[in-house]
């Protein structure tokens, strides 16, 4: 069971490893520095993933830090998608003219 949480600790590292490395190839793509959402998706992803194993190991400082990280990034998609669905009415509203 112990192999099992090893693997989801190191998965979640894995998320967030793989978080910096879409962000530098995107930015690198585009010439500037760029945060795709898909930052964010991997952030969170890990987050929870690290969380749960800090959980299984009970590991209050390592709980603290995971938990609160969370609550950044779901956030920040909701600012994403607060974003876009603006854009989506004003570009509705503008064709409708």
Do not use: H, T
């Amino acid at each position: 069971m112990i192999n099992v949480w090893i693997g989801i600790g190191l998965l979640g590292q894995l998320c967030f490893f793989l978080r910096f490395l879409l962000q530098w190839i995107v930015s690198e793509k585009r010439g500037e520095s760029i945060v795709p959402i898909q930052f964010w998706y991997l952030s969170l992803a890990g987050s929870m993933l690290v969380l749960a194993y800090a959980i299984y190991r009970q590991d209050p400082v390592f709980i603290l830090g995971q938990s609160m990280g969370s609550i950044v990034y779901i956030r920040n998609l909701a600012l994403i998608y607060r974003k876009r669905r603006l854009l989506l009415a004003r570009k509705l509203s503008d064709e409708s003219f």
